[in-house]
Nanobody, 119 residues
Framework: QVQLVESGGGFVQAGGSLRLSCAAS????????MGWYRQAPGKQRELVAG???????NYADSVKGRFTISRDNAKNTVYLQMNSLKPEDTDVYYC?????????????WGQGTQVTVSS
């Protein structure tokens, strides 16, 4: 059973930093793109940052220059370094992976981790 386990969320004051981690485990053949999304209550889930297996990245305009996504392919882990956090960054953050295992290729989601930024 493939799992994505997120960690690193929490409470921080505006201007502070947090680092999220997401580790994929299980009988995984390969992982293509990985990404971080966020969702506030009553709103659609939105892409925060994505990274391909080759290391190409893309970011939402709202986080460019403040957030950095990276990955360690040997560990099947993706990270999100969040600096200069703002209250509007408060959300539940979800990890996502486009992966291949014995069942084929599909998208897997983590359980989500809460990030709260106080003003």
């Amino acid at each position: 059973q493939v799992q994505l386990v997120e960690s690193g969320g929490g409470f921080v004051q505006a201007g502070g930093s947090l680092r999220l981690s997401c580790a994929a485990s299980g009988s995984i053949f390969s992982i293509n793109a990985m990404g971080w999304y966020r969702q506030a209550p009553g709103k659609q889930r939105e892409l925060v940052a994505g990274i391909t297996s080759g290391g190409s990245t893309n970011y939402a305009d709202s986080v460019k220059g403040r957030f950095t996504i990276s990955r360690d392919n040997a560990k099947n882990t993706v990270y999100l370094q969040m600096n200069s956090l703002k209250p509007e960054d408060t959300d539940v953050y979800y990890c996502n992976a486009d992966l291949v295992d014995g069942r084929g290729r599909y998208m897997k989601w983590g359980q989500g981790t809460q990030v709260t930024v106080s003003s």
